[in-house]
């Protein structure tokens, strides 16, 4: 008797469960390492460098896993993105206490290295299988690619929330352990349990096909650098810093109700971000627009986004220093600029799958995650370095300019017939 084919629900969901596995160990790893070295003395550069080869190594995967994956298949992929991030977490729990700040360094930049390797190859399967799997017409491919990006965004907010709590509770090499061996588990279950219908590798592809043609894919790329810029310039080192510096007493008490407030606010910031960015083709209304207005809609919003850090910048200065109301402006407006920055996530992350054709969907889209990384890469430098010039007014000031980088080029951006929408 034959087994019925599969569904590409079924693959689908598949695809999305071993990518909520994947980000909930990222969440509660970034979370991990910020606080923890944090603690140790490390300054806001030195903070930064920690994730720098995680996104220089991002950019150099996604060029390769495009190729990888239309060589070897979708399905490979994703299971080396989560086995590699079973291995760096067994690698980070061998950490010494005992090594100096240079060598600590240095390896933990590598463990982060790999890991980012591991995201970008996890990262590129999912959302080319999305292509491939969705239903065509209605807005289906913007739904479907809008609940796993906002889903998985979801859970890597609370990966933030566990990390912090891990670290409060069970300490650093704990937490990574536990993380490890949970991982591995799901993994294997999900090799087990993966039905037929990721497409397999065509031997004939090339490594050179990853440079993309496409004027749209390239600008939208090139707006992508700057958008995620803008999000990382305040996201992984300097709104972190400051409220530790707000929130925590300097005592053991008082840095584990530090870490765990934190860690709640970056969770909740990205909960309501995944939540936002599934609900993006709703609050578009994309099952009735043209692909034109929807093009359209991306310089629109990246503009109005431009203006939340630009504000904030301002409020910094005017307050001189860490104050209660301060606190409470920069919550509110961060949650805000969550909210919009959502949903101009969400209109890319259609838009580079509208644009990409089946054939090479995966070259297109490692391609542009390739820049999604160089944006991160940037935004992670400029964090601590931003930070450690101007403090929180500088982060902030360098977001406003960043994303309205991403509006202007997001004008470039051209309709099916060739017509430019700025």
Known sequence: MTRPAPTGLAAYGAVTAAYWAFMLSDGALRMLVLLHFHTLGFSPVQLAYLFVLYELAGMVTNLSAGWIAARFGLAVTLYAGLGLQVLALVALAQLDPGWGIGASVAYVMAVQGASGVAKDLAKMSSKSAVKLLAPAGN????????????????????????????????????????????????????????????????????????????????????????????????????????????????????????FFLIGSFMAVWIILYGAVQAAAPVILRAASRPEGALIRAARIWAGGLALVPAVLAGAVIWAGGPSPWLTVVLVAGLLVFGALFAVNSALHSYLILA?????????????????NAGGRLIGTLLSGLCYQIGGLALVLGAAAVMVGLAALISGRLQDGEGVALA
Do not use: C, H, Q
């Not at 993966?194 to 050179?208: D, E, I, N, V």
């Not at 939208?220 to 990382?232: E, Q, Y």
């Not at 644009?355 to 820049?371: I, K, L, N, Q």
């Open 139 to 258: 807005g289906g491919l913007f739904r479907w690619v809008a609940v796993l990006t906002g889903s998985k965004n979801a859970v890597k907010g609370v990966g933030f929330l566990v990390g912090a709590a891990l670290l409060a509770g069970i300490g650093f090499t704990g937490a990574v352990l536990a993380m490890a061996g949970v991982l591995a588990v799901i993994l294997l279950a999900i090799m087990l349990a993966m039905p037929p219908g990721l497409p397999g590798g065509r031997k004939g592809a090339k490594f050179s096909e990853v440079f993309s043609k496409s004027a749209n894919v390239n600008w939208l790329s090139a707006a992508r650098v700057f958008l995620f810029g803008a999000r990382d310039v305040w996201f992984v080192v300097g709104i972190p810093i400051y409220f530790y510096a707000v929130l925590s007493d300097g005592t053991v008490a008082g840095n584990r109700a530090a």
């Open 355 to 371: 644009f990409s054709r089946s054939e090479r969907v995966t070259m297109d889209v490692g391609f542009y995650y390739m820049a």
